[in-house]
């Protein structure tokens, strides 16, 4: 018998490898509606949401009107949400990022837009919400609603606790929701307490309604509105409710559905090495016992009755798990030396080409240290030549008070020393005018954003220096891409992609280690993952590119999973230490981040628990008891990693 795998699933959800993949299809149904709409000279009426979800599929309506002639004469859109209190230039504003993505990009009349107003009158806000649900409903109401979903389950600003019932209002934020807006506006402070929102009943009355959730930070929240029981303390879920909802995601944010998860746990599968693999240690975790102590009863306890028939023995099955995960673990993660173990025995093989040249991409200027320090302080300490390439200045996340202090020290080094430096007077008067005047969530001036670019190369130097890294081997791309001074982002471009190229052209790296940590809340991260990725694709016919391994890091945000590490780097207390103290040259980012995103503790704090916790898992699953453990996943190209 066929296993359901979809039974645990009370919504229609669709998986997709890339976002750009599930954008396309959902755009591709919403300029079909369209076209049928007009042929039958009725308006279309569409629901727009904003955020980082339907970025990719705005794109494509857009390319669809650009190049395939689809036009929005006949289409009436409506606006999901929007701060309060907040005007609509605001950089902030949600008006400004629908006419930005979308809106000026299209052949739609403006009577035929309409956005919630964050300037009314407090006052008035009743009866202006009333007044925009006839607009609605005047409209003919909407036939299409385009939602994105917030990792408690907010869907609009519908926060936890909304009502099904609930109609366009004006509503208080959540705290975690004005955290993770607090990117967008340079601190959790400068965010808006409140908003003017659809309520779950206009959303639910849509004739046609689909939810876009992208990346494993939405993993847990799409696993709860898609298996779970309908509950107001997680809005989502009443999208179960509508005969006509689905939801579209990447491979990332359906990870944690049980088909994904446990799809042992639905019936008969396939059990090859890579799920058995899965499946053991899944086991011994949830069993808090070693690999070699599971039994034949813990087998069946869990529902693996079947890879026991397929398989043999527990004890087989429980060696061959314990072996390849054994062999995860090295402490020389550049190849040892005159090792006499063959080629391909060691995570990081070649053993015969050492020593190494090695590449390391780093997102912002700290994550080289946060995500991987103990293991660039081994790499640099068995002699390997280590270049660490800083993508992006990381200026954005600079507090105003560093850069006012940079500047008049600046100054004040000059007149101390009789240095004649033209124009520094001025320099120092217009950052002390500008950041004293400065708006919540204004850009910065470009001198003001030269300064905190300047203060973090100066920490990214210290930090490397104290791994051992010369300033030589520091290389700084400022990928133009990240060179808008505002959270929001250009598209990766082939700029990016040369700068890049050009990089790794220069150094010929046997070893590439780059940042495969997307969750991170203003999507750099993966913006530079793909610069890296699609960087080797371009060099794979290059004769140096044939010796090369690309390996993937994390810690700033999350951690691999033990179960998909393919190579551990064990840390001694004393490597823990110095790879804190390399964190700690990052001032700008101590005891507290710009950019915190949801969780509070500081960087080092966070990546020290996670280390831990990977080590304290290797443990519990009976290998060697370490300090902490980094580990890594390899790309090789074939990979279905979502970039």
Same mark, same amino acid.
């Given at each position: 018998?066929?296993?359901?795998?979809?039974?645990?699933?009370?919504?229609?959800?669709?998986?997709?490898?890339?976002?750009?993949?599930?954008?396309?299809?959902?755009?591709?149904?919403?300029?079909?509606?369209?076209?049928?709409?007009?042929?039958?000279?009725?308006?279309?009426?569409?629901?727009?949401?904003?955020?980082?979800?339907?970025?990719?599929?705005?794109?494509? $309506?857009?390319?669809?009107?650009?190049?395939?002639?689809?036009?929005?004469?006949?289409?009436?859109?409506?606006?999901?949400?929007?701060?309060?209190?907040?005007?609509?230039?605001?950089?902030?504003?949600?008006?400004?990022?629908?006419?930005?993505? $979308?809106?000026?990009?299209?052949?739609?009349?403006?009577?035929?837009?309409?956005?919630?107003?964050?300037?009314?009158?407090?006052?008035?806000?009743?009866?202006?919400?009333?007044?925009?649900?006839?607009?609605?409903?005047?409209?003919?109401?909407?036939?299409?609603?385009?939602?994105?979903?917030?990792?408690?389950?907010?869907?609009?600003?519908?926060?936890?606790?909304?009502?099904?019932?609930?109609?366009?209002?004006?509503?208080?934020?959540?705290?975690?929701?004005?955290?993770?807006?607090?990117?967008?506006?340079?601190?959790?402070?400068?965010?808006?307490?409140?908003?003017?929102?659809?309520?779950?009943?206009?959303?639910?009355?849509?004739?046609?309604?689909?939810?876009?959730?992208?990346?494993?930070?939405?993993?847990?929240?799409?696993?709860?509105?898609?298996?779970?029981?309908?509950?107001?303390?997680?809005?989502?879920?009443?999208?179960?409710?509508?005969?006509?909802?689905?939801?579209?995601?990447?491979?990332?944010?359906?990870?944690?559905?049980?088909?994904?998860?446990?799809?042992?746990?639905?019936?008969?599968?396939?059990?090859?090495?890579?799920?058995?693999?899965?499946?053991?240690?899944?086991?011994?975790?949830?069993?808090?016992?070693?690999?070699?102590?599971?039994?034949?009863?813990?087998?069946?306890?869990?529902?693996?009755?079947?890879?026991?028939?397929?398989?043999?023995?527990?004890?087989?099955?429980?060696?061959?798990?314990?072996?390849?995960?054994?062999?995860?673990?090295?402490?020389?993660?550049?190849?040892?030396?005159?090792?006499?173990?063959?080629?391909?025995?060691?995570?990081?093989?070649?053993?015969?080409?050492?020593?190494?040249?090695?590449?390391?991409?780093?997102?912002?200027?700290?994550?080289?240290?946060?995500?991987?320090?103990?293991?660039?302080?081994?790499?640099?300490?068995?002699?390997?030549?280590?270049?660490?390439?800083?993508?992006?200045?990381?200026?954005?996340?600079?507090?105003?008070?560093?850069?006012?202090?940079?500047?008049?020290?600046?100054?004040?080094?000059?007149?101390?020393?009789?240095?004649?430096?033209?124009?520094?007077?001025?320099?120092?008067?217009?950052?002390?005018?500008?950041?004293?005047?400065?708006?919540?969530?204004?850009?910065?001036?470009?001198?003001?954003?030269?300064?905190?670019?300047?203060?973090?190369?100066?920490?990214?130097?210290?930090?490397?220096?104290?791994?051992?890294?010369?300033?030589?081997?520091?290389?700084?791309?400022?990928?133009?891409?990240?060179?808008?001074?505002?959270?929001?982002?250009?598209?990766?471009?082939?700029?990016?992609?040369?700068?890049?190229?050009?990089?790794?052209?220069?150094?010929?790296?046997? $070893?590439?280690?780059?940042?495969?940590?997307?969750?991170?809340?203003?999507?750099?991260?993966?913006?530079?993952?793909?610069?890296?990725?699609?960087?080797?694709?371009?060099?794979?016919?290059?004769?140096?590119?044939?010796?090369?391994?690309?390996?993937?890091?994390?810690?700033?945000?999350?951690?691999?999973?033990?179960?998909?590490?393919?190579?551990?780097?064990?840390?001694?207390?004393?490597?823990?230490?110095?790879?804190?103290?390399?964190?700690?040259?990052?001032?700008?980012?101590?005891?507290?981040?710009?950019?915190?995103?949801?969780?509070?503790?500081?960087?080092?704090?966070?990546?020290?628990?996670?280390?831990?916790?990977?080590?304290?898992?290797?443990?519990?699953?009976?290998?060697?008891?370490?300090?902490?453990?980094?580990?890594?996943?390899?790309?090789?190209?074939?990979?279905?990693?979502?970039?």
């Amino acid at each position: 018998m066929k296993t359901d795998f979809t039974r645990t699933e009370r919504l229609p959800i669709r998986v997709f490898p890339q976002p750009t993949d599930a954008a396309k299809v959902v755009a591709d149904e919403i300029a079909q509606a369209i076209r049928e709409a007009d042929s039958s000279e009725r308006h279309f009426v569409l629901g727009l949401a904003t955020g980082s979800s339907p970025v990719d599929t705005y794109d494509e $309506l857009v390319r669809l009107h650009r190049d395939e002639g689809l036009s929005f004469e006949k289409v009436t859109v409506f606006s999901l949400d929007e701060f309060y209190p907040i005007s609509p230039e605001q950089l902030q504003s949600h008006a400004r990022f629908l006419h930005e993505h $979308l809106i000026d990009h299209i052949d739609i009349h403006p009577d035929n837009v309409h956005f919630p107003d964050g300037t009314i009158d407090r006052e008035n806000a009743a009866a202006y919400c009333s007044d925009f649900e006839a607009k609605i409903t005047s409209a003919g109401g909407i036939d299409f609603q385009l939602l994105g979903v917030s990792r408690i389950g907010h869907i609009g600003c519908n926060e936890p606790g909304s009502d099904p019932g609930s109609r366009t209002r004006l509503i208080t934020l959540d705290r975690v929701t004005r955290i993770d807006a607090a990117s967008n506006f340079f601190g959790a402070d400068n965010v808006p307490r409140h908003a003017i929102t659809m309520g779950v009943a206009t959303i639910l009355e849509a004739k046609r309604i689909v939810l876009l959730a992208f990346g494993e930070g939405k993993s847990q929240i799409i696993r709860r509105t898609v298996q779970d029981d309908d509950h107001w303390s997680i809005p989502s879920t009443f999208l179960q409710r509508h005969a006509a909802a689905d939801v579209v995601v990447d491979q990332s944010a359906a990870a944690a559905l049980t088909r994904f998860a446990r799809p042992w746990s639905l019936g008969p599968i396939a059990w090859d090495d890579a799920m058995t693999h899965r499946a053991v240690i899944d086991m011994a975790l949830r069993s808090e016992k070693a690999i070699l102590k599971l039994t034949e009863a813990d087998y069946n306890e869990h529902g693996l009755q079947d890879l026991l028939a397929d398989h043999g023995s527990v004890y087989d099955i429980n060696l061959r798990v314990f072996r390849r995960l054994h062999a995860t673990i090295t402490g020389w993660p550049g190849g040892k030396p005159d090792s006499r173990k063959e080629a391909g025995d060691r995570p990081g093989h070649r053993d015969d080409l050492f020593p190494k040249r090695i590449l390391l991409f780093s997102p912002h200027p700290d994550d080289d240290v946060i995500s991987m320090g103990g293991t660039l302080i081994r790499l640099v300490d068995q002699g390997h030549e280590v270049h660490i390439a800083y993508q992006t200045s990381g200026n954005i996340a600079v507090f105003d008070d560093d850069a006012l202090r940079f500047a008049e020290y600046a100054a004040d080094f000059c007149r101390e020393f009789e240095i004649r430096a033209e124009g520094l007077d001025e320099l120092e008067s217009h950052v002390d005018e500008f950041l004293r005047n400065k708006n919540p969530g204004q850009v910065d001036s470009e001198p003001v954003q030269r300064i905190k670019a300047l203060i973090r190369r100066g920490e990214a130097r210290e930090g490397a220096r104290c791994c051992g890294v010369p300033d030589e081997q520091l290389h700084f791309l400022n990928l133009p891409f990240y060179q808008t001074g505002r959270v929001r982002k250009k598209p990766l471009s082939q700029d990016d992609i040369r700068l890049t190229v050009d990089l790794m052209r220069r150094v010929r790296p046997h $070893l590439i280690y780059t940042a495969g940590d997307l969750s991170d809340p203003h999507g750099t991260h993966r913006t530079c993952l793909r610069a890296v990725l699609q960087s080797c694709l371009q060099c794979q016919q290059d004769d140096w590119y044939s010796d090369c391994q690309v390996w993937l890091y994390r810690g700033a945000w999350q951690e691999w999973p033990v179960e998909r590490i393919e190579m551990a780097v064990p840390l001694s207390p004393d490597e823990v230490k110095r790879k804190r103290n390399a964190i700690f040259k990052h001032e700008s980012q101590k005891d507290r981040a710009l950019f915190p995103g949801s969780d509070m503790r500081e960087f080092w704090e966070r990546a020290e628990s996670r280390n831990a916790d990977t080590a304290a898992k290797y443990d519990t699953l009976g290998l060697a008891e370490y300090a902490a453990i980094e580990g890594f996943v390899r790309w090789d190209g074939q990979s279905g990693l979502t970039v």
